[in-house]
């Protein structure tokens, strides 16, 4: 069964900072990963989708990297900023058949202080 | 364009009572989810459509029902509400199940059973 967890739970960092968001997954045999970004009462946005024969993305400060043998995913986030602060989630899809196949992690708290 | 709407925002049920959460979308998006996020912890898939008439169950579809009469209505019924159903639900929606496509998320339903 596929498990994604997400380390820390929360994270507090100045604002200029350059951070890195952890996310690990059980089985490798994955499809695709997403990060998400989710504020508060809000839903998710999407920020970075990276397939399982990528290694990479990159979107503006954002990077995303995808080792599937070791079952990890990091997010690094550079020259943070407080309009950064939220929580960061990461999806994991394992195949094709849209059902029952994506597991979220329970995501990172994240505040950037000014 | 107003993406992925959901209403209400907010509701406090009593145990036994039942209630229809609403969700539309305005892209022509064939797919749509219904999730759950309870505090903590990742987002968990109720239940999905392919498109009108077609829907089948996520991970944790027992105590909901849905319907796709349509292409842009995707309601998510709680007929007896329990106190385990407490929690924030979220409706998204993409265009097809193709990798490289993302969901897109309404601002998510708290709902809670007293």
């Known amino acids: 069964k596929q498990e994604v967890t997400q380390i820390p739970a929360a994270l507090s960092v100045p604002e200029g900072e350059n951070l890195v968001l952890n996310c690990s997954f059980t089985?490798?045999?994955?499809?695709?990963l997403q990060w998400f970004r989710q504020d508060p009462g809000k839903g998710l946005t999407s920020l970075l989708l990276?397939?399982?024969?990528?290694r990479e993305q990159t979107s503006g400060r954002l990077n995303a990297s995808l080792d599937k043998s070791s079952g990890r995913s990091t997010l690094y986030i550079a020259a943070s900023q407080p309009g950064d602060s939220a929580t960061y989630l990461c999806?994991?899809?394992?195949?094709?058949?849209?059902?029952?196949?994506?597991?979220f992690g329970p995501g990172t708290r994240l505040s950037v202080l000014p | 364009n107003a993406g992925v709407t959901q209403t209400p925002k907010f509701r406090i049920l009593k145990i036994g009572q039942s209630m229809t959460l609403q969700c539309t979308q305005d892209?022509?998006?064939?797919?749509m989810y219904w999730y759950r996020q309870d505090p903590g912890m990742g987002l968990k898939l109720i239940y999905y459509?392919?498109?009108?008439?077609?829907?089948d169950k996520g991970e944790v579809p027992n105590g909901y029902n849905v319907s796709r009469s349509t292409t842009e209505d995707f309601p998510l019924r709680l007929e007896l509400a329990a106190p385990s159903q407490t929690s924030v639900y979220f409706c998204?929606?993409?265009?097809?199940?193709?990798?490289?496509?993302?969901?897109?998320f309404g601002d998510g339903t708290r709902l809670s059973i007293l």
């Open positions: 998204a929606s993409s265009y097809s199940s193709s990798s490289n496509q993302p969901q897109h």
């Open positions: 089985d490798s045999a994955i499809y695709n």
């Open positions: 990276i397939q399982s024969s990528q």
């Open positions: 999806a994991v899809r394992r195949g094709k058949n849209y059902g029952q196949n994506f597991v």
């Open positions: 892209m022509n998006h064939n797919y």
């Open positions: 459509s392919v498109g009108a008439g077609i829907t």
